[in-house]
Structure formats: C-alpha cells, structure tokens
C-alpha cells in the first residue's frame, strides 16, 4: 500500500523586499544576490503574523478541498508541526493551529525540531503512523521565520513561509519510497540559542557541512536502496538560498552522472527554485516549497516521475529520501492560489523593512492588540497577559 503526500500547500508574508533595494541601502552588488546567492526577493512578517498564523493559512486550501470532496477533516488524528522559530518553550504550536483550523479533539499533536530538517522527521513518522493505520491522517506543518542579524552576510538570506501536507496512505501527490539514506554528525554551523531571537551562523563554514551531510545521506541511500542518480529525474534540496541547491547539486552529480550535461543537470532541479527566489528562507518550509515550486511550474506531466529529495538541518542532520509522483497529481494542485499570493504582495522600500525588521514582541505581561497588516485569513489580532491571541477574518 503506498504512503505520501496526499495534498500540499503554501503560504508566505504579504510584505517583500527586493534585494536589489537592501543591496542599493548596504553598499553590496545586487549580482551578489541575484547571481552569487540566486535570490532575487524575501518576505517579511507583518507584526500580525507568525508561525501558527502561516502555518494556518497554509492549511487552508487543504481543508477547503477536503470540504469540497466530501471528505470532512475527522481522519486527521495527529498534527505534527515542525518549527525552529517556537513561539512558546512548553505549549506547541500546533495545538494553536488544531484549534483556529476547528479540527476533532481526538488528534494528537506536537511540536518537532532540528533546525531546518525537522519537517523531514514529521514526514517520515507520518508515513510510519499512516503504514500502522492506513485509515488515518497526519496534518504535517512545516513553519519558520528566518531572522539575521542586520548588516551581517545572512540578512539577504532572510524569508518565511509555511507549507501543509495530509500525509495518507493511497496519496494522490506523491508516493514516498521507505528507504532513506541518513547523516548526522554535531557540528555548530548554524543555531539560536534560547535568548536570541537572531540565528547565529557561519555561513560558509555551513554550505560546505551541507555538502559534506548530502555526500554523506547519498552514500548511506546507496547502502539501503537499489536506485542510482540515473534514476532520478528531478531532484529538490533544502534551500536557504537557490544558489545552494545547485551547489549540492553538481556536488552530488560529480562522480555519478557522467552522462548528463550541464544543462541536464540544471533542468533537474530549475523548476523547484522558482519559488524560493522570491520568498527567501522559510527554514524546514523550504525544500517543501521547492516541492511545490517543482509541481506548479513544471508544464510536462510528471506523473511516474521520481523525485530525490535532501533535507539538511544545521548542527545537524541530513536526509535523502525520494517520491514518485502519482498519475491525475495535477487535480491536487494549488497553482493559481500560490501564484495570486505571490503576486498580491506589498514590495517594501528599505526604511519600511527597517522599521517592519525593528518590531518585538512585547514581553511586559501587558495588553497589546496587534495592527492588521496580513491579508491571511489568519492573524494574530495581539497579546495580553502574556497569551497569544489569534483571531479568523
Ligand atoms: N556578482 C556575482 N557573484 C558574486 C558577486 C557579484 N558581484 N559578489 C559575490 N558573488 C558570489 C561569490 O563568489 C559567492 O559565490 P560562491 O559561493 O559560488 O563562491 C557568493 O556570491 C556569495 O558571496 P560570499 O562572499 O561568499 O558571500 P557572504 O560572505 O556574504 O556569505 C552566505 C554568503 C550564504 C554564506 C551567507 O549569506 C550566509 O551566511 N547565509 C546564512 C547561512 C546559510 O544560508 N547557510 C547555508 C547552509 S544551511
């Protein structure tokens, strides 16, 4: 019986910076970013928004086209959200989010996290709960904010998304296949210590522990299963810039791949950084939104056609593990709604990002209600008392 992704959205800020703008205001090349790092834009949070916010709005045409067929949302027994921008260091986020989305009692939920490849481990418990109990559903939520410092080489890597999956046996997406190939080696590349509210990284020392961790997920993959590179024919990685995907990329393809073009290898993976250029970071969101840049930007029929995936997590952990899209995939797709969200947000000049970049949650136990600034369905409306108030338009 196969188990996967029976259905996957996205959602991002309404607000963005193009990096030309941030570049024009710090003194870089513009090249750098939209040729060093292949980044042309980000998103920026609006003070209304945060991880339960996206991660709801994410959900929202999951649950609209599960109402359209029919299908009503009691199958969904466990909500598995995965994060690394908490908003509470007890109470997970997702049980924010089981109750703005209305869902049934009997569903259990929890918070995971291992920098960005925690929405990767959510994935494969799912497709373990849905092998034991195919006649369940896992909601799997994948949302980050991704924060620098100011005037340090990260803050053009900035961004935030959200992305949703059911996970279900017979999915009508993408099948997943058991064998995983896995790495994990301690390593202090990337991390956030409880009292920051800013990453920390070194930044190249962490795109060559990425490829160091993607070498070494492919050499464990090739331990566990039979496929070779040959066999795939597009490949989505974690990205933290779509520079990095190709990185890995050609790393992974040298000494594997003598056959292939240059070209051959760029197609492989071009259609899935389409998305990521323009949102920027969304940490365990990103390889899910390459997922999702792939399947709405790819005209072809990609039905039968399997897909490679790397998840890499700072500090860290790596896996690759792979799909096959399944035939009549496209009636799952939420193209024109991405594509409309994308399209309908607010670009920013780069005082108003300051001045967006500058707001904190305020922390004295006080009642502060939250200007409306997202167009989501979604908001957090403030904080009282030192609880989140979320509110649905
Ligand atoms: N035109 C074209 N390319 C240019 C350029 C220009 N004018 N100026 C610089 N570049 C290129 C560089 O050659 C480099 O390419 P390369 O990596 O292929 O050598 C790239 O742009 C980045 O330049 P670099 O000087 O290395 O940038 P940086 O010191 O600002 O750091 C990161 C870049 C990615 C390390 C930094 O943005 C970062 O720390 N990001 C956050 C952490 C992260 O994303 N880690 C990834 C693993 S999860």
């Given amino acids: 019986m196969p188990v996967g992704i029976d259905d996957i959205s996205f959602y991002t800020a309404n607000f963005s910076l193009d990096l030309q703008e941030l570049a024009a205001n710090n003194g870089s090349d513009a090249a750098k970013y939209t040729v060093g790092i292949g980044q042309e834009r980000m998103s920026v949070p609006g003070a209304d928004e945060d991880v339960v916010t996206m991660a709801a709005n994410a959900c929202v045409p999951l649950l609209e086209g599960m109402a359209q067929r029919g299908e009503g949302t009691n199958a969904i027994n466990t909500i598995l959200f995965a994060t690394e921008t908490g908003i509470d260091q007890s109470k997970a986020a997702g049980v924010y989010l089981h109750s703005l989305l209305k869902l049934n009692p009997r569903c259990r939920v929890v918070e995971l996290k291992q920098a960005c490849y925690s929405a990767t481990a959510a994935l494969q418990l799912a497709t373990a709960w849905v092998a034991r109990k195919p006649q369940e559903k896992v909601l799997v939520v994948a949302s980050d904010i991704a924060r620098y410092d100011r005037q340090t080489p990260g803050e053009a890597t900035q961004g935030c998304g959200a992305v949703a999956m059911i996970v279900s046996a017979n999915p009508r997406l993408v099948a997943l296949d058991p064998e995983t190939g896995i790495h994990t080696e301690d390593v202090m590349d990337f991390w956030r210590p409880n009292y920051r509210s800013t990453a920390l990284v070194d930044g190249k020392y962490s795109t060559k522990v990425y490829l160091r961790c993607v070498r070494s ?3 464990d993959f090739q331990q566990q299963s039979q496929l070779q590179f040959g066999n795939f024919d597009y490949f989505c990685y974690h990205l933290p810039f779509s520079r990095m995907a190709q990185k890995a990329h050609n790393h992974l393809a040298n000494g594997n791949a003598h056959e ?6 760029e197609d492989q993976i071009s259609s899935s950084l389409i998305y990521n250029r323009i949102t920027g970071n969304s940490y365990t969101a990103a390889m899910y939104i390459g997922l999702i840049s792939l399947l ?8 039968g056609k399997r897909v490679g995936f790397f998840s890499y997590g700072s500090g860290s952990v790596g896996e690759f593990f792979t799909g096959t899209l399944v035939d009549g995939y496209q009636s799952m797709l939420h193209s024109e709604g ?11 000049n780069y005082a108003e990002y300051q001045t967006m970049y500058g707001f904190e949650v305020p922390v004295d136990g006080g009642d502060h209600a939250f200007a409306e600034q997202t167009n989501g369905k ?4 403030g904080i009282s008392q030192h609880k989140r108030l979320y509110e649905a338009r």
């Fill in 378 to 381: 979604f908001r957090l409306a």
């Fill in 338 to 348: 991405h594509q409309s969200m994308l399209a309908s947000r607010k670009p920013l």
């Fill in 217 to 219: 997920a492919w050499q």
């Fill in 296 to 303: 709405d930007n790819t005209a072809l029929d990609l039905a």
């Fill in 260 to 265: 292939l073009s240059a070209q051959a290898l």
